[in-house]
């Protein structure tokens, strides 16, 4: 074997030239040697910059003379042959006559990351392609700590990258978090379908950050935000975004009708068991459905209505208000409303009358779905999406660790690191 100048044999240098040109590596850099090690299944591959060129300064990009280089660091590379494949450099200082001594940036990786660009692009498409992250940490071999950093980074870039031009109706929506009585906000995109903001708490506070989230130019382009008929969402909307209308959600003001109902039954109940009649035992869902129940259970829910109990009349109330969201228009539906709304008023049903009460308070937002027909089924649809994240709670106790995980997953976002042009022509 002859000897090069550099003192390495010429297989050797094959093996470098090799690496060389699998990391997409060139001049002013270059692979000096790799060192293999077998036991540990690991390869590491020292690159250098070649000694007797200027060096570019990070801020401008100017050639300047070296400095000196920065303590040798390591980052994480694509495995070559099952081998762990390390990165090991001392990257040289620039002497810029304008910006000072700097860190020259290495085009193997983004700077402050332990990872190599493209470790980093094949992490975040395992990561979204795994069914779980514990699944994803195992494949790409990186404890919670690399995970956790993979997927910050991946956001920020997102978050950095991301537009929201267009954006005309926003959903605001609260969901549980962790096992004790926490709570996330949620600012979702209804017809990009993406998650767009997460905060933790869901007072006017929280709603205002959501609102935040966004430039101001463009929150004032919101027409339309889906929400709730708690006072919060509402508060900080018509702070925050003044030209934004409220359209209450209709799964919300299903809930609320399903709550009365349920609380007409309970008292009910109680009262029939007094007398020894248990028929309302076990009859919760029955009620609760938006149609009348089908199969064994109709013929039980046929004879309870036939009793003419408070329940049956309760759920009648709720289920003929199904038939507001499907009025052709703001008159007709006002119309509709009010009919429904007297209706109600006349019965003795107290917690029927309460949520009607509630409803004619928040009219305006209930009428407005006619203008805009959104609603927060879309961040419905993200429930089983966000559930799975909560199950797969290893790694984050913190609540920043959960919105990063929901925006990576949720967020629609252009997560990938960009590819150095070696890479992608
Ligand atoms: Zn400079």
Known sequence: MSDDPNGQSGA???????????????????VRKADLDLVARKVEIVVEHEPDELVACPQCGARCPRHDHAPERTWRHLDVMQFTTLIRAKVPRANCPQHGVGTVRAPWAEPNSRFTLLFEAFAVQVIQASRSLTQAAELLRLDWDGVQRILDRAVQRGLTRRSTAGLRYVGLDE????????????MTDLKGQRVLEVVEGRDTEQAMALWESLPQAQRELVEAAAMDMGADFAAATREAAPRAQIVHDKFHVSKLLNEAVDKVRKEEHRRLLAAGDDSLKDTKFLWLQGAAPTGERALRFEQLCERNLRTARAWAYKETFLEFWDQPDVATALGFFTRWFRTVRRCKLEPLKKTALSFKQHLLGLLNYFVHPITNALTEGFNSRIQAIKADARGFRRFANYRTRILFFCGKLDLAPQLPSAFTH
């Not at 050797?12 to 270059?30: C, F, K, N, T």
């Not at 969901?175 to 949620?186: A, D, E, I, T």
């Open 175 to 186: 969901k549980s978090f962790g096992r004790g009585q926490n709570y996330v906000s949620l």
């Open 12 to 30: 050797e240098a094959a093996v470098a030239a090799h690496y060389g040109m699998l990391l997409g590596i060139h001049s002013p850099w270059r």
